[in-house]
């Protein structure tokens, strides 16, 4: 089974293919503002180096958020496109839970977050000591404040990953320093989603055929896009 993971949710552009078994090719690339320009080329190179023509593709994966509007807004597209093209199943999956999946298994609480940017950021709480990653705290978004409630309550020690939480890292250290909570974070080489894990999450669930099909397919939005909120907040004003 030759499955396309395509991961846009934040400001990298990442893209896979393997064969339920192994890694195929891969591709990586940081790039804020030009996610629509990067991801077809980066598609038809990763695919002729892993010897695959798009038309062999059985599933389509993609990070469905939450994250960047207009990066998810591209992946997601791009995905349903080739999807219903080639009419196969496509399969979401949730940016955090990617991150989640990146660290080993440990005793600690994972927290996963993803930068929201406006001073805000996405967050889930995730176990790993029973295999694969179950989530435990669902996403939310608010101040690097409110995650670090959410932490507190679960009065567990944490493994913190993502780009969400690591611009707070001295904040957070520091409000957690008076709390009885531990807290270990995990490389910046993790801080992002990337489509290589994605593409061996989805073949786990292509097995079980967890999928979808593109219509179906919905991002996981946790609050407006940022052009809304700004029209929303200059109509307050006037």
């Not at 001295?170 to 489509?195: F, G, M, Y």
Request: proline share 3%; aromatic share 4%; glycine share 6%.
């Amino acid at each position: 089974m030759i499955i396309l993971a395509i991961d846009t949710s934040t400001d990298a552009v990442s893209v896979a293919v393997n064969n339920s078994k192994k890694l195929l090719a891969s591709a990586h690339v940081t790039s804020d503002r030009r996610h629509a320009e990067q991801l077809a080329p980066m598609i038809d190179a990763v695919c002729r180096q892993a010897d695959v023509a798009v038309s062999e593709v059985d599933v389509v994966a993609v990070d469905v958020g939450p994250g960047l509007f207009t990066g998810m807004r591209v992946g997601i597209a791009s995905a349903k496109s080739i999807a219903q093209v080639l009419n196969v199943p496509i399969i979401g999956v949730s940016s955090l839970d990617i991150l989640a999946r990146s660290v080993s298994t440990t005793d600690r609480v994972v927290v996963s977050t993803i930068d929201a940017r406006r001073g805000e950021l996405y967050w889930a709480l995730y176990r790993n000591d029973v295999g694969s990653s179950l989530e435990v705290k669902p996403p939310r978004v608010g101040t690097f404040g409110d995650c670090v409630v959410d932490i507190v309550d679960r009065g567990q020690d944490a493994l913190i990953v993502g780009n969400g939480a690591l611009r707070y890292r001295n904040q957070i250290n520091d409000e957690l320093e008076t709390t009885a909570v531990s807290v270990e974070w995990a490389s910046e080489q993790l801080s992002r989603p990337d489509a290589t894990l994605l593409a061996l999450i989805a073949a786990d669930l292509a097995l079980h055929e967890q999928w979808q099909t593109a219509t179906q397919l919905q991002a996981l939005y946790l609050r407006a896009p940022d052009a809304e909120i700004n029209w929303l907040t200059r109509s307050q004003v006037g």
